[in-house]
């Protein structure tokens, strides 16, 4: 039979060169001219930008405008520009600030990441820009494969999807269809785990559901106390009494390792393998929710870093990612058709999250002693020497590795927002988190410098001196 186009049967007919055929889908970027023709594009756009900067006028317009479209103001009044170089970002304005929240902890190499940059270019050259599940490209099976390789043995199959909340909501359907017709799901006191329907219900943001239909079906345990001396059998005890009053209903519990909106809170090692050993006891579920802890507790998962492999059914991560995925041991494969959608992520996103993972491990941030571990630990440092500057104002620190945070004086949302405010005006961006205390937390790039970090907390005690003064506060 002739080919259709003429050719030999190996697609190369007139007109057409022969086919390469490669032993493995090795990411394009490896090739040198390649990476040469993105560096000069890269290096050509900055350029092109660097001459954009809006008036003052125009910036303030702008921001008058995405205001009106949202039918509310930005929370911090910026619109981003370009030329960011690591934790530094240009406003559009021309202004600069030091970036240590990074969308939410979104940005693990900062802004400008000459080598990230140059991967998404060449990823959305390739095909096409955003890839579903009924078609994947390399970067799909590349992302997966770094995924599940960094997982430990039990976790055999990834899904990929588009936010930490769609990963979440595709676990929940995982568990709630493996335990059927058992129900309900038990989460922690002051966990966030979205803002769809059903993560909105599962986390303990009352004001990020008003209105909507809630199932009912979500029961609560108090997370780690530290001032308790009885924390791990209290939140057992309560865990018990779920199981009873509810026996056969409960499908599984899901995990915050450190609690991201929640206030940066973790717990010692012995009261997650107490509730995790007692789900598994009851045969339900254990789900950690590494969406905002991916990447920055020292090893890729949180639960690794606190070696808890051995119990964990269901993971899922996303935000440093630029993507999200649910990660499931073989008990919980779903049957055809539970999970899916048209999107499984952007193409783009998909091979910066594989190079992230790729770079983090090439270039010394797992372990012990690795890059994330050192900057927690030098992060730690100045908070103790902030704190004894100013013992009245820096209260107690919390979280690990690249997520950190503290209470600023009583842990009034008010003062918190001072703060934030402050700390905005002198160039430094942090967000809030938790409350009753609400804390200031910073989520830095992996990659933060010391003089970064020393220009974050000059800025930081500027700023606090400040609200001192202003508000009439000891420090
Ligand atoms: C632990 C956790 N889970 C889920 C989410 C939701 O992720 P996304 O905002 O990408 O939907 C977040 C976001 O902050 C989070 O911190």
Redesign the pocket.
């Known amino acids: 039979m002739t080919a259709v186009n003429g050719g030999d049967g190996n697609g190369a007919g007139p007109g057409r060169r022969p086919r390469k055929k490669a032993a493995s889908l090795r990411p394009v970027i490896d090739s040198e001219p390649v990476r040469e023709a993105a560096r000069a594009l890269v290096a050509a756009v900055r350029e092109e930008l660097a001459g954009r900067e809006l008036s003052d006028d125009a910036y303030e317009k702008s921001l008058r405008r995405i205001g009106r479209q949202r039918g509310r103001p930005l929370l911090y009044p910026m619109i981003a520009g370009s030329r960011g170089k690591g934790a530094r970002v240009f406003l559009a304005d021309g202004t600069r600030k030091l970036d240590f929240i990074g969308g939410?902890g979104m940005y693990g190499f900062g802004h400008g990441d000459d080598d990230l940059l140059e991967t998404a270019v060449v990823a959305a050259a390739g095909d096409v820009a955003f890839q579903g599940h009924l078609l994947p490209g390399p970067e799909y099976l590349g992302l997966t494969s770094a995924l599940l390789k960094h997982a430990g043995p039990d976790l055999k199959h990834a899904w990929l999807s588009l936010?930490?909340?769609?990963a979440?909501e595709n676990a929940l359907k995982i568990i709630l269809q493996k335990h059927a017709p058992a129900d309900r799901i038990v989460v922690f006191e002051n966990a966030?785990?979205?803002?769809t329907l059903a993560?909105a219900e599962m986390s303990d943001r009352p004001a990020f559901r008003q209105g909507l239909p809630l199932r009912g079906n979500v029961l609560q345990v108090p997370f780690y106390e530290p001032e308790r001396e009885d924390s791990i059998l209290h939140s057992l005890s309560v865990l018990d009494d779920h199981l009873r009053r509810y026996p056969g209903q409960i499908a599984g519990m899901c995990f915050?390792i450190v609690q991201?909106?929640g206030g940066f809170r973790t717990a010692p090692r012995e009261f997650f393998t107490a509730l995790m050993e007692h789900c598994r006891k009851h045969e339900i579920a254990v789900w950690v929710?590494e969406?905002?802890t991916f990447a920055r507790t020292g090893e890729l998962y949180a639960f690794r870093t606190f070696e808890l492999e051995s119990w964990v059914d269901v993971v899922t991560v996303?935000?440093i990612l630029q993507g999200?995925a649910m990660l499931c041991t073989r008990a919980y494969n779903p049957k055809p058709g539970l999970v899916a959608g048209t999107y499984a992520g952007s193409t783009v996103g998909m091979a910066l999250g594989q190079r992230i993972i790729e770079r983090m491990e090439a270039e010394g941030y797992l372990g012990l002693e690795g890059r994330v571990a050192v900057l927690g630990r030098r992060i730690e440092k100045r908070f103790e020497s902030l704190a004894k500057r100013m013992p009245k104002a820096v209260g107690p620190r919390s979280g690990i590795g690249a997520m950190q945070a503290f209470v600023p004086w009583d842990g009034s949302p008010e003062i918190a927002k001072t703060v934030l405010h402050a700390a905005f005006e002198e160039g430094l961006l942090l967000m809030n988190a938790g409350s009753e205390p609400t804390k200031i937390r910073m989520l830095p790039p992996l990659n933060t410098t010391d003089e970064e970090l020393e220009a974050c907390f000059t800025m930081l005690e500027k700023a606090m001196r400040r609200v001192a003064e202003e508000c009439d506060l000891p420090c």
Do not use: C, P
């Open positions: 939410i936010s930490g909340a769609m979440n966030f785990h979205g803002r993560t915050e991201g909106e929710d969406v905002q996303g935000k999200s």
